[in-house]
């Protein structure tokens, strides 16, 4: 995610750093060479019948095209939005079991302990998972030792996490040191967690239609391409400006989308998983009395991990 103050006056005609325009760059460029080419042609040696080529279809296309391609960018910022949503509940859910933790385990400080290191670890293997790493690797670091050997048997490490906390909650359940009703709250907290995580999966899991992100992409270039030959009747050697200006807008548009359309990706304009971790880590480590805390992670070139 990109994390900067709002640029002021002329920073808004040069800032690059959190901008579309190195993703872009390339196909503006394309379409301004096109457009260098066809101006000359069109001033150069004024072929018959250009003058009747008009700029209207194309006005209408254009106009149809933005239309589709905001409902597009609407989507794809409700999936990007609600998985920040998922990740705030999960800090939130973190919170609260370590609070439980405290109140409930009081006396039994290993247990407390093992809980919320586990719950790092939820939180670190679910990041891994969403971005296509070794989940099981990730959380290792905070899985006990004894718990070690049966760690990462399964496919899916975040829910094995899940598992072993409710298993390791159980057990003073059994023995008749917690009630059922106040273990009930523990379970609670542990649905929760497991509903983000199939929340979060299903987002990765079901991107938008291929076929309408398709068809997107080939009308905005075919509208770039075609453009200059509907304006280089009117326009003159302003033409490569102007169609450079609409192919910077529609392929930012379209750009943008394809970003927030995986928001758990590591683009940019992406969500900051590794931050949203470490704040877990932080207030769970905090509850446990830990001292010295790890850092809160700062952006990097205004861009935050």
Not at 10 to 31: D, E, H, M, N
Not at 33 to 56: K, T, Y
Not at 142 to 159: I, K
Request: hydrophobic fraction near 50%.
């Amino acid at each position: 995610m990109i994390i900067r103050p709002r640029p002021h006056g002329w920073q808004l005609l040069y800032i690059l750093r959190g901008s579309i325009v190195p993703a872009v760059a390339p196909k503006v460029l394309a379409i301004l060479l096109l457009a260098i080419a066809v101006a000359v042609f069109a001033e150069v040696w004024h072929p018959p019948g250009i003058e009747r080529v008009s700029v209207a279809p194309f006005t209408l296309l254009g106009l149809v095209l933005s239309i589709f391609l905001s409902f597009r960018n609407n989507a794809c910022f409700e999936r990007w939005w609600e998985g920040r949503k998922l990740w705030g509940q999960l800090v939130y859910e973190s919170r609260s079991l370590a609070r439980l933790c405290t109140a409930l385990l009081a006396d039994d400080a290993p247990r407390r302990a093992r809980v919320c290191r586990l719950a790092i670890g939820f939180a670190h293997a679910l990041a891994a998972r969403l971005r296509g790493r070794d989940a099981a690797l990730a959380a290792l670091p905070w899985v006990g030792e004894s718990d070690q050997a049966r760690f990462g048997q399964r496919l899916n490490a975040p829910d094995q996490l899940l598992a072993m906390i409710a298993a390791d909650l159980a057990q003073p359940l059994r023995a008749g040191q917690l009630d059922p009703i106040l273990y009930a709250q523990f379970e609670t907290r542990l649905h929760a967690m497991s509903s983000i995580q199939a929340g979060c999966e299903r987002i990765l899991s079901t991107p938008l239609p291929f076929a309408y992100t398709l068809l997107l992409h080939r009308c905005a270039w075919m509208f770039c391409v075609l453009l200059p030959f509907g304006l280089a009747s009117s326009l003159g050697w302003a033409t490569p400006v102007v169609s450079a200006v609409l192919a910077y807008a529609f392929f930012g548009l379209d750009q943008l989308g394809e970003e927030m359309e995986e928001p758990f990706g590591l683009e940019p304009n992406d969500l900051p998983l590794d931050a949203l971790v470490r704040t877990i880590e932080i207030d769970l480590l905090d509850s446990l009395g830990v001292d010295p805390l790890p850092a809160p992670l700062q952006p990097h070139r205004y861009l935050l991990q």
